[in-house]
């Protein structure tokens, strides 16, 4: 009887529990994200072009067991903000008004995605296709321009050569939208600047002393003109604006690429650095070229410091400080004739044991849509994934720069052992411990400096019978008048 009586209590729970949770059989709740529908998606969109086979990164997460066995970290390193590599903040005290074109990082949605999938099991859903990764190459390459002949950087100091390339278009003016560097020796190329060299005496010379595509040293050399095309550092995208607004390259003129090598004690194979352009058939509404401000080294552009030895502002980081801080404030000169002067990118630069780099500019007071004062770039700081930031605005928005406006640096450096950064410095000169750091060129030198995209009206376009008249700033990297 107890047996029975146990039986049938038994019997009555579980028709309880069923009635509790449905029919018996029932298929468990569905997943809130799968594999296929859900997660391969977002990580084609915003890791697979490092996270590959043959990629940049340690592993690939381009395949369901691949992805599942590095969930956690994805989780871990998404959430922190250090994946994908996008270094731009948006803090207390510096906040862009605008956000930046292709912004890899994740949405709070896309985020949540991801918790999702492995909260709920990893599930695998419906077998379909992964979307294809977004390339990381300049699309639509009108030519690529390369040294006929190489350098062989060595040595323990670093050392600057330049190519004079011919960018191939003849007596017609074009309109350059696209312009990617290919690093040859990845391991040296520290960064690359691309000048526009107009023809007259100063590029005959220039051809005649060096020739085309062949190495010269150019560490002691001014380049005639100084029209910077654009700055190209390790970790930047491809530079690409759309047709509205380009770089004129003008007749019979001729680009020069000053590559910046880093040998580190080493001997290398030759170098042969290309790069990749795009021209575009259409006459654009504004111009485009680069402009540097930063690296004062003496008052009053910069200013007091926490480590100044003797009262006076000096830029040095010292040794063993892990947070190393200057601050700098330059002036906008006399731009001359250059008229509705706007900021269509940001490009911070400091050397390899910087932390934090952020810029704002300060009017004398309020100008159109811009505020008396905003936040014009703002971020972490690592030496190996630099970037470009374009502002995501239409061009009549965005920030405007005029005479007297004050552009605010400020740069953080950790120059301990602790920092991995120092240790990779001090490996490549040779040095046992942590040195003073002062401002200067060399890898082992340090930079604090916002490279900014400029736009500027183009003329208008010439009609079928007239000849173009486009005039290059004649400016330096720091916007000072070179004539």
Known sequence: MRIATGSIAVASLASLLIACTGAEGDDPPAARATWYQDVAPILANRCMSCHQDGGIAPFPLTDFASAKENAERILIQTDAGAMPPFDAREEADCTPRFGWVDDPRLSAAEKATLHAWVEDGHALGKVADIPA??????????????????????????????????????????????????????????????????????????????????????????????????????????????????????????????VHYHPAGTAHAPDRTSIDVRYSPVWPKKMYFVAAFGNAFQAPELLPGPNDRGGVPEFLIPKNVPDHREHMRITIPNLGDLTDVRLFSANPHMHLIGTHISGTIERPAARGDDPRQECLANGGWNFDWQRTYTYDAPLDKLPTVQQGDVIDIKCSWDNT???????????????????????????TNEMCLEIFGIAIPAPPAPLAHEAPAIKLPRWGLNMQALD
């Open 417 to 443: 052992i602790e920092n991995p950064f120092v240790q990779r410095m001090l490996k490549d000169a040779n040095l046992g411990t942590p040195i003073d750091v002062p401002l200067g060129e060399q890898t």
């Open 133 to 258: 990764i977004p390339s990381s190459e300049l699309p639509n390459v009108t030519r690529t321009l390369t040294p006929v002949e190489g350098f062989a950087t060595a040595g323990d100091r670093d050392q600057f050569f330049c190519y004079t390339l011919d960018p191939g278009n003849g007596n017609q003016v074009a309109w350059l939208t696209g312009l990617q560097v290919n690093p040859d020796i990845t391991e040296v190329v520290h960064h690359a600047v691309i000048f526009e060299v107009q023809a007259g005496a100063e590029l005959d010379k220039l051809v005649a002393d060096h020739g085309i595509g062949r190495p010269f040293d150019c560490s002691q050399q001014q380049i005639p003109g100084n029209f910077v095309v654009h700055i190209w550092t390790p970790g930047n995208q491809p530079m690409q604006t759309s047709s509205d607004i380009a770089v004129p390259i003008l007749p019979q003129s001729k680009l020069v690429m000053q």
